[in-house]
Structures are given as structure tokens and as C-alpha cells.
């Protein structure tokens, strides 16, 4: 079915060219009707993991009602991708730099489902922030640490009452947590902290809630595909680093986050397409 937003539609040819971008693969008809609510945090960019996330979740399972959780903006393109998929759009601004702002989050949340439970919830949201161990203050490591994993951890523990019986959670790593430079210790190093809480938080809601995380190979996003049409660095070469020579999507994760939902997986970590974790290669 034609979109008035397509993703590989706004892609370069040479990211489409070869399978370093691509869409999960549904024959036609085969396509779910689950009626899920879904929440996906990070997700306000057309372009990025999370709102490819929401999109899959209303294109390939048919989801009810997506909580879209964004930061700074939402673009009105990135609501309008999800709805025009059939699922209703419930947009909600969450700032995960504070854990005081959790409990406003939840009002909003619970507002928007009027009534309703979550079935499948998302955490993509999280900062980049490239510096050496070197330059960083302990300010940095508290600043991170609050947006990268303690903040999104408190709002999965606090999210319990608004899950169905059989809900599941599924945190976005990247393969930086498993093999990276230091450059991104800000960003690696919480990740990894995120992954042990996880486990933490998939003991606890066991066995009825679910809690697991994707790692990442090369997430796709808006910042990414601008700084490739501008010649500031290459997608394509950067793909090429990876053994599977992959860039994955925000579709593709959704795809896996219900693998885990439906195969009743809890305190797992999934590395999608092997990437840089799969053979710890350390880059400089």
C-alpha cells in the first residue's frame, strides 16, 4: 500500500541500493490485526528508531493506540507516518533528563488511553554525546546516566499499573555497549547499566510481564541521513564497517520486540544482525 510517507521513499539510492536499508518482509495478506496499544519513547523524528518502531507497529500488527513519547518536538510528519497507518496517535512530550518528570508522564500516558491498558511498550529514547574519558566531569556521567538509563528504567518500573497482564517491555541498545571506542563512553557505558537493570526489572514483573533488549547494529536516523547528503561522512561506508554491512530501522526493530512478546522471552538481549557486538571488535 502506498504512503504518503515511505521511508525508503526518502532515502538515497545508494542506502536502498544493496539491502543497507531495508523494511521487514511481509508477504500480502499475512499482515496481524493484534488491536495492541503500544507506547514508543523517542519517537518524535520521521526518520529515527522510534517512530519507524510506531509505524511498524501500525502497518504489520495493526495496532489500536501508539503513545508517541518525544523530547524536544514532535514533527508533525512523524505523528502523521503512524496514523495514516491505520492506529490512533497519542502524542505525549516526555523529558527523561529528570525522574521527577516521571509521574507527569504517567498522567499523560494513562489521560491518553483513556481507560485502556498498554500491551507492547518501547524504550528507545536516549543521548548521544561523543567526548573521551578524558574531557568528561562527573556532571557528565550524572547528566547521561539520568537520560540514558536511570530515568527510562524508573518509567518501566512505574509503567507496571498501565500494563495489561500479559504486557512486555523491550529496551534499544546499541552494539556501542558491546564493542565502541571511547569516544562514546557517555552513551556505551549507561547502556550497559540499562541492560543489568533489564534483568533487574524482568525478575521483578516475572513471570507475567516481559522485559528484554535489542541491540542495535547501526540505527538509522534523521541527523544521520542529513549528515550524509551534506558529505560530512558516509552512511554507506560506515554500513560497510559492520560484518553484516547492515543499517537497521525502526520497523525492524518493532518486528523483533514482538518476537519477544509473543515467544514469552523476559531478560534477554537480542543483537540484531550480528554487528560490531557480535565480534567485539573495539573501534578507535
Known amino acids: 500500500m502506498a504512503y504518503n510517507f515511505n521511508l525508503l521513499d526518502r532515502l538515497p539510492a545508494e542506502l536502498r541500493d544493496g539491502g543497507i536499508v531495508r523494511l521487514p518482509q511481509f508477504p500480502a495478506g499475512c499482515r496481524m490485526r493484534t488491536g495492541w496499544n503500544v507506547l514508543v519513547t523517542g519517537a518524535g523524528q520521521a526518520i529515527g528508531i522510534g517512530c519507524g518502531a510506531a509505524r511498524g507497529f501500525a502497518e504489520y500488527f495493526g495496532a489500536n493506540k501508539i503513545v508517541l513519547g518525544y523530547g524536544r518536538e514532535l514533527q508533525p510528519e512523524a505523528a502523521e507516518s503512524v496514523r495514516e497507518r491505520g492506529a490512533a496517535v497519542i502524542p505525549v512530550k516526555m523529558d527523561l533528563t529528570d525522574p521527577a518528570n516521571i509521574p507527569g508522564i504517567l498522567r499523560e500516558i494513562e489521560r491518553g488511553l483513556a481507560g485502556d491498558k498498554l500491551d507492547v511498550v518501547v524504550h528507545v529514547s536516549g543521548v548521544t554525546k561523543l567526548k573521551a574519558l578524558a574531557e568528561v566531569a562527573a556532571a557528565d556521567l550524572h547528566a547521561?546516566?539520568?537520560?540514558?538509563?536511570?530515568?527510562?528504567?524508573?518509567?518501566?518500573?512505574?509503567?507496571?499499573?498501565?500494563?495489561?497482564?500479559?504486557?512486555?517491555?523491550?529496551?534499544?541498545?546499541?552494539?556501542?555497549?558491546?564493542?565502541?571506542?571511547?569516544?562514546?563512553?557517555?552513551?556505551?557505558?549507561?547502556?550497559?547499566?540499562?541492560?543489568?537493570?533489564?534483568?533487574?526489572?524482568?525478575?521483578?514483573?516475572?513471570?507475567?510481564?516481559?522485559?528484554?533488549?535489542?541491540?542495535?547494529?547501526?540505527?538509522?536516523?534523521?541527523?544521520?541521513?542529513?549528515?550524509?547528503?551534506?558529505?560530512?561522512?558516509?552512511?554507506?561506508?560506515?554500513?560497510?564497517?559492520?560484518?553484516?554491512?547492515?543499517?537497521?530501522?525502526?520497523?525492524?526493530?518493532?518486528?523483533?520486540?514482538?518476537?519477544?512478546?509473543?515467544?514469552?522471552?523476559?531478560?534477554?538481549?537480542?543483537?540484531?544482525?550480528?554487528?560490531?557486538?557480535?565480534?567485539l571488535r573495539v573501534t578507535a
Open 144 to 279: 547521561a546516566a539520568d537520560v540514558n538509563a536511570i530515568v527510562p528504567l524508573l518509567l518501566a518500573r512505574d509503567l507496571r499499573p498501565l500494563l495489561a497482564e500479559f504486557g512486555s517491555q523491550t529496551f534499544v541498545g546499541t552494539n556501542h555497549q558491546r564493542a565502541t571506542g571511547a569516544q562514546f563512553l557517555l552513551y556505551a557505558a549507561l547502556k550497559c547499566m540499562e541492560e543489568g537493570g533489564m534483568r533487574s526489572l524482568a525478575s521483578e514483573f516475572a513471570p507475567n510481564v516481559l522485559v528484554n533488549m535489542l541491540v542495535v547494529n547501526w540505527a538509522l536516523s534523521q541527523r544521520q541521513v542529513d549528515g550524509h547528503a551534506a558529505g560530512k561522512f558516509n552512511l554507506v561506508e560506515e554500513a560497510r564497517k559492520n560484518p553484516t554491512g547492515r543499517i537497521n530501522t525502526g520497523e525492524e526493530v518493532a518486528v523483533r520486540a514482538v518476537g519477544f512478546h509473543v515467544t514469552n522471552s523476559t531478560g534477554a538481549v537480542d543483537i540484531m544482525d550480528g554487528g560490531l557486538g557480535a565480534v
